[in-house]
């Protein structure tokens, strides 16, 4: 196959063994953030799975939908890419099997393979190499930083291997680079680091055609030079390039540990290229936040109340969030996890759940489960002057607690839970125009960057910088019903911002509370280590001003 971009671009590939979980996508962000001072790194996620994205996926089986400005929901781990690279990801970087597939039957019906006989080898594999190719050609990358999902064996995954394998003849082994990641465990009471999982699964890769140039082992602790002439020995690799992951206080370390281990110098030796890691500003911040989790001058503890509270991934970008504020202000800021369909079933009251907390953040969502729960939670922050942020679903039920409890509104409610049998007297928020008879799920919502119209001197212009209009990023459905917005607003809430030249609220909030805000866009997708996003920065703000320690 012809068509890459041979003279220019190099391709780093990211592939995992023994176990999944081990953190591939941020190993590959980390290796990108060491390369990116004066080469374009473009990432590149291949997911196995036959959805066409994860949109319509729960987040507790796979971890939070990440939104991108161009409305594309993929996988969580270009937050990892995004917020380590200060990039703005795009929707075709994230390849998954159902794309590959969809693609070769829309081909087949065509006739575009003039009759012939549609097989995995060539044409999925072609499929798969045409899209990567295409992206370093599209984005005129430096480094096509490609991170294989799942481990390596796993059936799914088998043709993005193969598409891998070939493309090195195809390139060159010059202008690609393939790094393992692998688990090195330490048995309880043995207290020693066991390399045989490292060995099968290089193996196992070796099978397939494929030989590492780089290992990198997951461990507890930093790898001992004995383990790392063993992974060297049974990898064909030399030693310098077995490198250690070891457990960190903060994702944001692994850079500085990859270059403590010496990778970016390897990569430019193996690679031929130079980009020098610049890591001062942010090696200062995170000095900021091991110094917040080790020894904090400052703590504040926020409830986060959610239904996928089981898999804290379900909320990955939102806690980064709070830890981004909490580095810029000085402040450990502790996450208390409530199940809000345990408040409905009564299992501990509000004020048990809240007891001692310093802020409260109701999440994105979707349904029905959980929903009174949030409600009472929301009711109990407004009415005890409790730091506030509801984001998307959590903006929505803000406007039906308020409708409810302060406009005097029974019966409010969203047409999201709406019954049949059980008509909504009050329907405070409502389906978006045009979304009311839409049937498929998957990427129909209101998706990615939006701009927001802010109002002067509301309390959002000051916490944005005094500007007028901002970019945030979207995922909804549902919109506060324009025909109640003038009652609420006479009542008390404060529309803040909305769509410019519509009457879609996005943005509502009590100006004589401590921290009372809600928006319909979901600030965490923007945050990153150096810039915090502006509200969470402002609620972590309150928060410390509760405890009395801001």
């Given amino acids: 196959m012809s068509g890459a971009n041979k003279n220019k671009t190099k391709y780093i590939v990211v592939t995992g063994g023994v176990l999944s979980g081990l953190g591939k ?44 400005d161009d409305g594309g929901e993929v996988d969580m781990d270009f937050g990892h890419y995004e917020r380590f690279l200060n990039i703005q990801g795009k929707f075709g970087w994230n390849l998954t099997m159902g794309k590959v597939f969809q693609e070769i039957l829309e081909r087949e019906r065509r006739g575009d393979f003039l009759g012939k006989t549609v097989q995995f080898i060539p044409h999925a594999t072609n499929v798969i190499k045409e899209r990567i190719y295409g992206i370093a050609r599209e984005e005129n990358a430096d480094i096509l930083l490609i991170e294989v999902g799942g481990t390596v064996g796993d059936l799914e995954n088998l043709f993005y291997i193969e598409a891998v394998r ?19 465990p330490v048995p309880s009471g043995v207290r020693e680091q066991k ?34 002439e063993k992974i060297a020995l049974f990898g064909n690799v030399q030693k310098e390039c077995v490198i250690s992951g070891p457990d960190v206080e903060s994702v944001y370390e692994i850079p500085l540990v990859y270059e403590k281990e010496g990778l970016s110098a390897l990569i430019h030796k193996k690679l031929g290229i130079y980009s020098p890691p610049a890591l001062e500003e942010w090696s200062q911040w995170v000095a900021a936040v091991k110094r917040n989790n080790t020894n904090p001058d400052k703590v504040v503890e926020i409830a ?8 804290e991934d379900s909320y990955a970008s939102l806690v980064e969030s709070l830890e981004h504020a909490g580095a810029h202000l000085g402040a450990k800021v502790q996450l208390r996890w409530i199940e809000t369909s345990e408040i409905e079933k009564g299992s501990q009251t509000v004020a048990q759940a809240l007891n001692g907390v310093d802020g409260l953040i109701i999440p994105g969502g979707f349904g029905a489960r959980g929903i009174e729960g949030k409600i009472q939670l929301i009711k109990y922050a407004r009415e005890n002057n409790l730091p506030f942020l509801g984001i998307c679903y959590g903006m929505q ?21 709406e019954n049949p049998e059980h008509p909504i007297a009050h329907k405070v928020i409502c389906y978006l125009p045009g979304q009311k008879n839409l049937t498929k799920k998957g990427g129909t919502m209101r998706l990615g960057g939006h701009d927001v119209e802010i109002k002067k001197d509301s309390r959002a212009f000051k916490i944005y910088g005094n500007s007028v209009r901002i970019r945030e990023r979207f995922r909804h459905r549902y919109e506060v019903n324009p025909d109640y917005v003038a009652q609420l607003e006479a009542s008390g809430l404060v529309f803040s911002g ?48 509760r405890r009395n320690v801001a």
């Fill in 166 to 184: 070939q493309m090195r003849h195809e390139v060159g082994q010059e202008n690609m680079l393939f790094v393992h990641l692998t688990y090195v």
């Fill in 25 to 68: 996508g941020v190993a590959a962000a980390s290796i990108g953030r060491l390369l990116c001072s004066r080469l374009k790194i473009v990432p590149i996620k291949l997911d196995g799975y036959l959805n066409t994205d994860p949109g319509t996926m729960n987040p507790v089986e796979h971890g939070e939908v990440f939104v991108l």
């Fill in 397 to 417: 039920l803000a406007v039906v607690e308020y409708a409810r409890h302060v406009c005097g509104l029974e019966g409010a409610h969203t047409e999201e839970v």
């Fill in 498 to 545: 909305k769509a410019p030249g519509t009457p879609i609220m996005q943005v509502v909030e009590l100006p004589e509370h401590a921290y009372f805000m809600a928006c319909q866009f979901h600030p965490e997708l923007k945050s990153n280590l150096l810039e915090p996003a502006p509200l969470f920065h402002a609620l972590v703000h309150a928060a410390l001003s």
């Fill in 195 to 228: 390399s045989k999982p490292t060995q099968q699964g290089v193996k196992l890769l070796n099978e397939f055609g494929i030989y590492p140039d780089v290992v990198i082992g997951r461990c507890q602790e930093y790898l001992d030079d004995h383990i790392k």
């Fill in 304 to 311: 986060l109340g959610g239904k996928y509270t089981a898999l």
